[in-house]
């Protein structure tokens, strides 16, 4: 059973930052997943925020976060993270991990992102 535990989210004003930690456990290695970051604010559908490759090598964004926020791993801490720069009250919303291996979804609780002054 994998299990994914968001952290590092809170209440931050306008152009600020924040770095979004997700540490994940499984009976597979970390490196064969897959990893994601989706955000869903209220009222809205979940949406793909940023994705990263297993070895780390390849990631996409959305065009609304492209410059601003990155996705990177750390295969040997089992973590995937968000760094997000410049944030926007757009980009209030819960974010949630993903974690995708063999065609199977997993996700976390999610932790809960607020923009604003």
């Known amino acids: 059973q994998v299990q994914l535990v968001e952290s590092g989210g809170g209440l931050v004003q306008p152009g600020g930052f924040l770095r979004l930690s997700c540490a994940v456990s499984?009976?597979?290695?970390?490196?064969?997943?897959?990893m994601s970051w989706y955000r869903q604010a209220p009222g809205k559908e979940r949406e793909l925020v940023a994705a990263?490759?297993?070895?780390?090598?390849?990631?996409n964004y959305a065009d609304s976060v492209k410059g601003r926020f990155t996705i990177s791993r750390d295969n040997a801490k089992n973590t995937v993270y968000l760094q997000m720069n410049n944030l926007k009250p757009e980009d209030t919303a819960v974010y949630y991990c993903?974690?995708?291996?063999?065609?199977?979804?997993?996700w976390g609780q999610g932790t809960q992102v607020t923009v604003s002054s």
């Open positions: 993903n974690a995708v291996l063999f065609g199977v979804n997993s």
């Open positions: 990263i490759t297993r070895a780390g090598g390849s990631t």
């Open positions: 499984s009976p597979f290695a970390f490196s064969s997943y897959a």
